[in-house]
């Protein structure tokens, strides 16, 4: 009789049986209170809403999640640990998150991380972590991979898998390589480099390639084409050479110009030295023609030489090779 005491006592105590009345549909339905419980065993538990979580504002879910109940001073607050070992043995971890399986377990002294995905050392500040076994405690960083590993002094840098970098700080970034090739860069990239489309260069692209400002091509060439159609007396400025100072770098370039027609009436054509903003003439046809080159101002420039209102027009085709002397 003794032993069914002691269960009503416990049905009495751990589980108690209320109801509540719903005045939607004006019945009493059942509602149970559970307390006074510390561990409990079973396969499945169905709930609509599970409120769970200690005086700190600490959640944990998951076998070996978080720390015991019976640690109380732990110095964890608004820590969210999902997962079996998710922030076991952690103290004094702050406003983080850690899901997956034994990610940030034995993180000790961090505070506002995101970590997602297992066996992810989730320590340092302000860290967002998604992948792997990442490995970091530094401070304002984004991981996002597998097998990802940064030294402890790390700052304000981006790790996409091993293949995109980039640098808080610096508003840097690298495809292929984790740190600039040379200076005044915001982006490097290491390989080739395809794109289906246009680009422009401190103007808005209209053509491939459309650069406003100086280039400058060091121990190669690179050749630069195009065509215009020209009324009679018309000047267009197919390129620009130096900087319009001696200082600019020493280079040559070749350029032809040629019109449409079979007997190449009308064409251009020479190899030419810059010296900043002075042209030193090596080779050249300067025009046949109606075609002729001129260079003012630092630009490379067509004319069409016909005159009168009835002179000639022309579809003219050019193209620039530059070969650099020296850097």
Known sequence: MSSTTNVQNLITTVFRPTYYYDSSSKVFLPHMEMSNIDTYFGNEVFVTRAQVGDSSNNMYAGVGAGNSYTVTTSGNRNLTAVGVGAGATTNNVTNSVYVGYNTGANTSQSDNVIAIGASIIAGGSSNIFIGNSINNVGSSNIFIGHGITAASTVTNKLNINNLIYGDFTTQWAGIG????YGFNTNLDVSGGLYVNGKIGVQM?????????????????????????????GDVVTIGTFGDGTSTSKLANALITVQDTATTDTHYASGMYVFTGATVQTVSSNR??????????????????????????SHLYYWTITHFPLRP
């Open 177 to 180: 390589t984790p740190s600039p």
């Open 287 to 312: 025009g046949t023609g109606d075609a002729y080159l001129t260079f003012s101002s630092s630009n490379i420039q067509i004319s069409n030489r016909a005159s009168g209102s009835g002179g000639s």
């Open 204 to 232: 808005s692209p209209v053509n491939s390639l459309n650069v406003n400002g100086a280039t400058q091509s060091t121990g190669g060439y690179y050749s630069a084409s195009g065509s215009n159609t020209m009324a009679a």
